[in-house]
């Protein structure tokens, strides 16, 4: 019986390496495979999705009915404009439109 192990041990192990051999040189021989890809063209941010994320930091803070009517109960009433005050506010607001139109007219010649 020691015999035959002796002359089957170099069998095994010569199999296996003509088995990969065989296998190394029919299935790998051939050329790899040459992959093109399309190119694209990408102009400013218009390939870009708008997405705007919208994360809490801080729990909404929400009055009761009862505080507000309090509140508002407490709080001074309007009070009266001095007629000095009220004429110098309409002649900044008159100077501040005619800036304003004058600025558009001159945008809208150019």
Do not use: N
């Amino acid at each position: 019986m020691t015999h035959r192990v002796q002359r089957s041990a170099p069998c095994r192990l010569l199999i296996p390496i003509i088995i990969l051999l065989i296998a190394g040189q029919t299935g790998y021989a051939s050329e790899p495979e040459v992959v093109t890809i399309e190119g694209i063209k990408v102009r400013g941010d218009q390939e870009m999705p708008t997405v705007m994320y919208l994360v809490p930091w801080q729990e909404p803070v929400v009055d009761g009915l009862d505080a507000t009517d309090e509140r508002l109960m407490m709080e001074p009433g309007h009070e009266g404009l001095d007629r000095y005050e009220f004429q110098r506010r309409v002649r900044y607001h008159q100077v501040f439109r005619e800036q304003a139109e004058r600025t558009s007219q001159g945008q809208s010649r150019d």
